[in-house]
């Protein structure tokens, strides 16, 4: 044979050695083909789940879902011929249809993207017979939540599209971009029980995206699991009546009940409904709320600290009874001398002093309890005084977080001997003297309204309290057992205290309900930056208390005037469950809690303001 | 005499390759048609498949026709042939449809006809028919010219079709020229072309003006020894430089776009997935998901639904890695070299020069499809739209190949009565 026909035959067979190997490359140990065939073929349709509902303590529903649409656009499909139309119907301008449009075909021409986000149902009924008109656009059904009463918007929280650093500090993998997730209040801190499971089925398409039918017949198909429904501790009427009483006003309401440490209200003012953060809502009032100076997302209950004022004076006659320092009956001559008072000069016991809030009585009680003479050197007798002071303080869930089961709980503060030895630079360099404001709760302590209604709990329960908790039971764990916590002061000791705060209670107009038996604690919180916070702490009825409250309003005065009235009015309507004092919701409503000193006062204060300004 | 008769002279082996990739080529267009919710037969002549069955039965109307024509007439008329279907490549480029950008068919009732596709056998014919002349030797530069003239007609007219697939399956009869005597040297510069063609893509000029000053000096220090040579190695280095320059040219203007993508795509694969890619990234990821087995016929997913484009036709290859696997892949490949085998060593035992250079036409034709289709569609070669021989689906492609071979066989079968002539 010719030599050349051998170069020809020797040509040919080296071909077919380069294509079998080249084939068994890509066919045998590539699997990269496999697995991009597999994306060819399988469409994956997210499956979302519902959201866990939420129900108010007897059983009505606070928060629900309502169903939306994503139009979901596939740029190579659409006919832009058509493209007035699909404009008119979505009633968008040409701009923002060209702008909406590129940023699809940027991400890709032939997957799907979203192209108008949240179309709420009714607006979807009116376009959906249409859509199907127009190729390249599919609608995508989502849920978005939906608020029945609009109230306890700061404690619920809401829902958003998950953000990018969310996704990445998930360590569960769950999260994809376009999932919703809570993003603070209840929402947040049940966000694993709320959200459900996502399912997912697989479909086979065609290159079009056209499905041709269900992969491996759906063996590979997940179901999506719905979310846990949650019931709360919150009573709905009390809580739209406290939210009512303090619109227009800066402050917060908390009622617990003493027997389990169910919160029955939360109200932080001013807040915001919570359908403006729901669905296409957020980004039309979303800026708007989180942008106003009064901060309405700011969960006023939790996060707001104040000095506790002379709510505070209550814990520090339990503590002087525990310790020994004073006795029930010891009576006490108050002159006035030591420190300012409200109280008139006189003799006090532990039931006058509470009553009439006598600061000098409670800094001579205080006195005893930090200088309890174990040491020679007043500096050290105070420090270990401070000490036993500190342990039972602790022991009242103040400077820390009590575990109430929504985010962002702040822990107050209360100082200690590190405190001091670091303001005071050393130890051994402070004494009594410089610490004798923390009698009368002022000074550095500060707490937080939840706190302060707890304190309403733990004196009702003459010692002990329930952890506050906005979560009654779960779907699957059904009533949560709330935890107990004992102060560590004898029941007996109770006794006067409450007796001062009944007395307290029935002697101020605003505070008496004729058929309730309330026990009380103003505060007047001093305010650095303007009018004094108005505070107040208690419980009713004194035998069997059914509810714990603490309210604080900002820059509104005199403690028996706002928070008082608002506390009054909350535990009539809690107890009898209709309010007969209308003058006192006036009263409340008007807002205007100022009397005639404290409007000159306020008056003498702007103008040195203005001037200041000047 | 029994054994006079045709039908023992036939080169079985052949036949019962052509059949066996005839009938798997019918089997895998309905295959790659298939259409699980539509449920058509193999047989509907809505589908492909149906169709081809057409072709196939009158392909076979075809090779009896052929079988019983004298094997002279092939000589004899070769010239005429070529002449006719060189006129009717200028008539379709007058007159003709113009498909997806060629101008290159011709539209009877429903079925259209594609000329250049039967210019293959008309040129394989008259290329042998010159050849084989004894007065005339390959290696002399006169019937070099007009051997490569008779081909190079042809290619033009379907270049000026906008055609280039088809115009490079002329190019293949090179090699027949190769075989029958032509300097190495010219097969060894269109080589070195090409792979400057294609460096210029890769590297930049600079890089390959260098490269290209270097390689000439070491041309010079190793094998110029005299002054002549050095001029003609100086003078390779500087043809080579002016093209390297002007491949950007030949890119942009020489080019159609599409072409020039497909060039692009092949250096850089990952360039652009879903535009310009598509065709090679799916066919590629179709016959790479077939594994060693594939996944079975008719279950071929990505043929199924339509990723891969123009699946009967050029692409059908895509269905056979796809649902048969590399085992089938191999079995395929298996097939077209034992055809090319055993037609170089039919043409290699032919008495007459005409029926040899003939046979080794139809070789390097096929040959040429058949490397360029399979290397297309595993991407070792831009995406150029011919078809696989005797497989894909289409009635111009199936005749002209019966044609082509079929004519060979009855030459082969012929081939001790040149002797009692002569």
């Known amino acids: 044979m010719n030599a050349r026909s051998f170069i020809i035959q020797g040509l040919i067979l080296f071909i ?121 656009f599919y609608p995508l059904p989502r849920t978005v939540r939906g608020y029945e009463k609009g109230i306890l ?146 969960n006023r209950p939790l996060q707001a600290t104040y000095a506790p004022g002379s709510m505070f004076k209550t814990i520090q006659a339990l503590i002087a009874l525990q310790e020994n320092k004073v006795s029930p009956n010891e009576k006490i001559i108050c002159d006035g001398s030591l420190i300012g008072d409200h109280a008139p000069p006189g003799v006090y016991d532990v039931e006058r002093a509470i009553q009439l809030s006598s600061n000098n009585y409670f800094y001579k009680v205080f006195k005893r309890v930090i200088e309890q003479g174990d040491h020679e050197s007043r500096y050290i007798d105070a420090r270990i005084g401070m000490k036993k002071w500190n342990d039972y303080i602790n022991r009242f869930g103040l400077g820390q977080q009590l575990g109430v089961d929504i985010p962002n709980e702040n822990k107050g503060f209360i100082p200690d001997i590190a405190y001091y030895d670091r303001v005071y630079k050393g130890a051994n360099t402070w004494a009594f003297s410089n610490i004798y404001s923390l009698s009368i709760g002022q000074g550095e302590v500060l707490v937080t309204p939840l706190q302060m209604a707890n304190l309403g709990a733990l004196l009702a329960n003459k010692g002990h309290y329930y952890t506050p908790h906005i979560v009654k039971a779960i779907d699957d764990q059904g009533i949560i057992e709330p935890k107990l916590n004992d102060v560590g002061i004898d029941e007996i000791h109770f006794g ?18 004729p058929d309730i038996t309330v026990c009380g604690k103003t505060s007047t919180v001093e305010n650095p930056h303007g009018m004094d916070h108005s505070g107040f702490m208690g419980f009713a009825p004194k035998e069997n208390p059914q509810i714990a409250i603490a309210a604080y309003v900002e820059n509104a005065g005199w403690g028996a005037r706002a928070a008082a009235g608002i506390a009054s009015l909350c535990i009539e309507k809690y107890i009898n469950g209709e309010v007969k004092r209308q003058w006192l919701e006036d009263f409340v409503y008007k807002g205007d809690f100022l009397d005639e000193r404290q409007k000159r006062e306020l008056e003498a204060m702007n103008k040195a303001k203005k001037l200041a300004a000047q | 005499m029994r054994n006079d008769q045709l039908i023992y002279k036939i080169d079985w082996m052949v036949v019962l390759v052509y059949f066996i990739l005839v009938f798997s080529g019918w089997l895998n267009i309905y295959a790659a048609d298939y259409d699980p919710d539509v449920n058509e037969g193999i ?80 040129t394989a014919l ?235 036409s139809v070789v390097s034709i096929l040959f040429f499809h058949f490397a360029f289709n399979i290397a297309m569609t595993i991407g070792l070669f831009p995406v150029i739209g011919i078809p696989l021989p005797f497989f894909s689906y289409g009635g111009s492609s199936l005749w002209t190949f019966t044609i082509l071979l079929f004519i060979f066989l009855k030459l082969d079968a012929h081939r001790m009565q040149v002797l009692q002539r002569l």
Not at chain 1, 281 to 297: A, R, V
Not at chain 2, 62 to 91: P, T
């Open chain 1, 16 to 136: 077919a050695l380069v294509f079998s190997i080249r084939l068994f490359s890509i066919q045998v140990i590539d699997d990269d083909y496999k697995l991009a065939a597999q994306n060819n073929i399988l469409q994956k349709i997210v499956d979302y789940p519902f959201r866990g509902l939420i129900y108010d303590r007897d059983g009505d529903l606070l928060v629900y879902n309502t169903p939306v649409y994503d139009l979901m656009i596939v740029p190579k499909e659409v006919d832009l011929e058509d493209s007035t139309a699909i404009m008119e119907l979505l009633e968008i301008d040409h701009a923002a249809f060209v702008a909406k449009y590129d940023k699809a075909r940027r991400y890709s021409s032939i997957l799907s993207s979203k192209f108008v986000e949240q179309i709420p149902n009714e607006d979807f009924a009116r376009i959906q017979d249409q859509l199907v008109k127009y190729s390249g």
């Open chain 1, 153 to 298: 918007a700061n404690t619920l929280g809401y829902i958003a599209e998950v953000s990018r650093s969310e996704i990445n500090r998930d360590t569960t993998n769950y999260y994809k971009g376009g999932d919703y997730i809570g993003k603070v209040g209840i929402e947040k801190q049940y966000e694993d029980k709320l959200r459900g499971k996502r399912g997912v089925r697989y479909k086979i398409v065609n290159v079009q995206g056209v499905v041709k039918g269900e992969f491996k017949d759906g063996e590979y198909d997940t179901a999506s699991v719905p979310g846990q429904s949650i019931q709360l501790t919150i009573d709905s009427e009390l809580q739209a009546y406290a939210e009512k009483l303090l619109d227009g006003k800066v402050g917060s309401m908390v009622a617990i009940d003493p027997r389990t440490g169910d919160i029955l209200a939360m109200v932080s003012a001013p807040s915001y409904d919570p359908n403006h953060l729901s669905g296409r809502n957020l980004s039309e009032y979303g800026p708007s709320i989180m942008n106003d100076s009064l901060k309405p997302l700011y």
């Open chain 1, 496 to 513: 006067p205290v409450i007796d001062g705060m009944q007395k307290m209670a029935e002697s101020n107009f605003r505070v008496l309900i």
């Open chain 2, 43 to 122: 047989l509907s002549f809505s589908q492909s498949s149906g169709k081809q069955l057409i072709w196939i039965a009158s392909s076979v109307v075809l090779i009896v026709l052929i079988m019983l024509v004298d094997f002279r007439f092939y000589d004899s008329f070769a010239y005429i042939v070529y002449g006719v279907f060189v006129a009717l490549l200028i008539f379709v480029l007058l007159l003709g449809q113009e498909v997806s950008g060629s101008q290159s068919w011709f539209q009877i009732g429903s079925y259209k006809l594609q000329p250049s596709e039967f210019t293959k056998f008309a």
């Open chain 2, 126 to 360: 008259a290329l042998a028919k010159y050849l084989s002349k004894s007065t005339r030797k390959t290696e002399d530069i006169r019937s070099q010219v007009i051997g490569f003239a008779l081909f190079l007609v042809p290619m033009l007219l379907i270049i000026k079709q906008g055609d280039l697939g088809t115009a490079m399956v002329f190019g293949s009869l090179v090699l027949v020229m190769f075989r029958e005597g032509m300097h190495p040297l010219i097969l060894i510069i269109g080589i070195a072309v090409a792979l400057l063609f294609l460096s210029t893509l890769i590297f930049s000029q600079t890089i390959l003006l260098i490269s290209i000053v270097v390689i000439t000096l070491l041309g010079v220090g190793l094998v110029a020894k005299t002054p002549s040579k050095i001029a003609v190695v100086v003078l390779a280095g500087i043809v080579a430089a002016g093209f390297a320059k002007s491949v950007d040219f030949i890119l942009t203007d020489v080019l159609k776009p599409h072409q020039q993508q497909r060039v692009m795509q092949l250096l850089n694969p990952n360039r652009d997935p879903l535009g310009a890619g598509w065709q090679v990234t799916q066919s590629k990821i179709a016959i790479g998901s077939g594994g060693l087995t594939g996944k079975g016929y008719l279950q071929g997913t990505q043929t199924k639904f339509n990723f891969v484009p123009d699946q009967t036709t050029d692409n059908i290859f895509c269905t056979v890695g796809e649902e048969q696997g590399w085992i089938g892949s191999f079995l395929l490949l298996a097939a077209f070299t034992t055809l090319l085998l055993r037609l170089i060593y039919l043409a290699e035992r032919q008495k007459s020069p005409f029926a040899r250079i003939y046979g080794y």
